[in-house]
């Protein structure tokens, strides 16, 4: 099943993807979606729709840092990849999370944006202690991601989250997509474009710690809960990485596209500066 959620008339709510349609549902919370098995609605097309991220206000969005061989190869300049034996985690903060085709900001206060297209799992079921072997049991889904993330603003932290958690910098959706639509997981391609440039490909079975051991070592130290994200990293073929460096710029548009998962895209806008206390 692929769900998306979407506003209408001023309320959020779920809809069962078919096709090119939406049949929409009663479901307004993550949990009440997980539990439907379809809808009779009639279809609206999917083009029509306002799509929202998949879940709303995330508690947790986490990250893994060098998560791929080759992407940490080239991040050397911005991050230790030292042990990469060893998990990196860091977190994105909750007010990161943004649409799929949401504009995400340029700082005012760094130049040096840059981009990272990651399959995110979007837990269902709390979890703590679950070893690798069950580990999937609490996984709702997928979706595409991008970590996007300042460099100055990372490099000048050891656990990044200066870097990694600015607003808006945390995109996901089209669709969670559940396990059972997905045929070989390991063999799923990630890919990102730069105003039409292919700048990544990879695949998922190209990750250094894959999705079960991230999530057994995640809930030996706390507990995962239903609406969690998980950054599972990127592959090689960041800004950062090119000499010099291609920061992103204003204007420009990034596309994410994961095979049987989808496709978010994003435009580059300036961060509003406006002062905002209460």
Known sequence: MKLVRFAENGTARYGVVDGDSVRPTGATTLQDALAITGSDALPVPLKTLDLLAPVERPRKILGIGVNYAAHAAESVSFVDTKSPQVQKWFNKQATSANKPFGRVHLPKVSDQLDYEVELV???????????????MEIVAGFCVGCDYSVRDWQRASQTMIMGKGFDTHAPFGPALVTPDEIEDLASVELRSFVNDELRQTGHVRDMIHDIPAQIAHLTAAFTLEPGDLIFTGTPAGVGGGFTPPKWLKVGDRVRLEIDQVGVIENEIVTEPGDTRIG
């Open 121 to 135: 799992v979007v837990i269902g079921k709390h979890g703590r202690h679950v070893p690798r072997e069950r580990a």
